[in-house]
């Protein structure tokens, strides 16, 4: 039974694509908060015809739509956290920003800028305008390595530069930033790097599984909803880090055939929770 007699039932917004395949963007984003126990509310950037093998098409959300979406959204709707994902252009970018600016809510920032099947989702004059305009109004980041080496402007290999890199991130947008490293092939377990801006840094480890193959669309979506799931239920952020790692696991241990030889993550029925580690990065 729902208990939200004294207080607002939780509530989460994310600001991304829709995925017409269902593995990524929002409706990843929906089926996470849903999982969760955290309502769900969204803001469309674009529509893309995808699946987990290939992107056809994108079609752009005008920055008037995203910015009328959003504000409809947070003019009546009790929103205690917010997350991006694509957003396609630098006009969409500034239109977020605007409005979350005039916002409290804590915001986590996944910077989208290119799918799982290697196709560009954000140009490249709208990476200077994630950095100046999105970022600074970040109170979380969550880039994968391509990501983190273009923000950075720099090749990444190896823990050392990985965890150096978080750190860098963390410093110079004033956030907590968690690097996903599920792209390195050097990592004996599926560990990321979270830093703080306080300058600590952390690992986040679970066991790494086989290739999971096309059921991995999806997962960086999916690791920076859980987060915003949790910070909508006023957790504490390593709570968040945790169970947003343990859910991205149990996702991918436990995926949905949706197709001939294929699968997706899918909310899992056991509890991964113990299999996470988190650790100071010595």
């Not at 079609?59 to 709707?77: A, F």
């Not at 630098?90 to 910077?111: H, K, M």
């Not at 990444?156 to 996903?180: M, N, T």
Request: overall charge negative; hydrophobic content about 45%.
């Amino acid at each position: 039974m729902k208990k939200n007699t004294v207080d607002c039932y939780p509530v989460a917004l994310t600001i991304a694509g829709s995925d017409s395949g269902g593995g990524a963007g929002i409706q990843a984003d929906l089926r996470t908060f849903n999982a969760f126990g955290v309502f769900g509310c969204s803001v469309i950037t674009a529509v893309t015809a995808q699946n987990p093998d290939e992107v056809r098409r994108i079609d752009l959300i005008p920055p008037e739509g995203v910015r009328s979406q959003l504000e409809t959204v947070l003019d009546r709707i009790a929103v205690r956290a917010v997350k991006t994902g694509m957003l396609g252009s630098s006009g969409n970018i500034r239109a977020a920003a605007e409005v979350l600016r005039r916002t409290r809510l804590p915001v986590v920032v996944d910077p989208v800028m290119v799918s799982t099947s290697g196709v560009r989702l954000l140009p490249e004059d709208a990476i200077d305008c994630m950095r100046t305009e999105l970022l600074p109004r970040a109170d979380w980041i969550t880039p994968n390595l391509p990501e983190a080496e273009l923000l950075l402007g720099r090749k990444l290999s190896g823990p050392d530069a990985y965890a150096a890199a978080a750190a860098e991130c963390a410093k110079i947008w004033d956030c907590r930033c968690v690097l996903k490293t599920g792209h390195a092939e050097n990592m004996a377990e599926a560990t990321d790097f979270a830093a703080l801006p306080d300058g600590r840094i952390y690992t986040v480890t679970t066991p790494k599984l086989e290739d999971p193959g096309r059921a991995s669309h999806g997962t960086g979506c999916t690791l920076s909803s859980a987060i915003a799931a949790v910070l909508a239920q006023n957790q504490g952020w390593k709570t968040a880090l945790a169970q947003a790692k343990s859910f991205v696991f149990g996702s991918l241990s436990e995926p949905a055939q949706i197709g001939l030889d294929l699968a997706a993550m899918y909310p899992p029925v056991d509890d991964y929770d113990h299999l996470v580690r988190i650790a100071e990065f010595a």
